[in-house]
């Protein structure tokens, strides 16, 4: 598990900023802004969404744990998502899931210690006719294959 970065104020003072103070209303809306604005959830943010918002900070993880969408470790610059529903893994998700934990030397359901890379697992995301299907940074690679992964994860690396 990678640790926690250390965040940039600045950008969190102007995530919050753009709430109410004491709008517990906003709460779901402020932990979609602050993901987006870091990729996860850090914990100094959440510390602070609480008092910007009134809320107690039970109330916030309790929520930001609730939603799968939401996630409470640091996560990486490239987000490699590979689906195991039935249709994609008869047709060789497991070989490719595997392939990409060799090519990024992280296990399914972690993040690089450079932050890096995120490897993660989804069920059906309901493109079955493209399977086997490796979503990377929010592109979909259909009918993809080993040899296409590596190329794909070696220009990431590059970059
Ligand atoms: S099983 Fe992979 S998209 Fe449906």
Request: glycine share 10%; charged share 25%; proline share 4%.
């Amino acid at each position: 598990m990678a640790a926690q970065p250390t965040i940039d104020t600045q950008r969190l003072d102007a995530v919050l900023g753009a709430f109410e103070p004491g709008d517990g209303s906003a709460l779901i809306e402020a932990l979609h802004d602050v993901q987006s604005e870091f990729k996860y959830l850090p914990e100094e943010a959440l510390d602070r969404l609480a008092d910007r918002l009134g809320v107690s900070k039970s109330r916030v993880y309790g929520v930001a744990s609730f939603y799968e969408g939401f996630h409470l470790e640091p996560r990486g610059e490239h987000i490699c998502t590979v689906c195991m529903g039935t249709a994609c893994h008869v047709r060789g998700a497991p070989r490719l899931l595997e392939h990409l934990e060799r090519e990024i030397g992280i296990a399914s359901g972690q993040t690089s210690e450079d932050l890096t890379f995120t490897l993660e697992e989804v069920a059906c995301v309901g493109a079955c006719a493209l399977g086997p299907l490796v979503i990377i940074d929010g592109k979909y690679h259909g009918n993809t294959t080993t040899s296409h992964l590596t190329k794909v994860v070696g220009k990431l690396k590059k970059d």
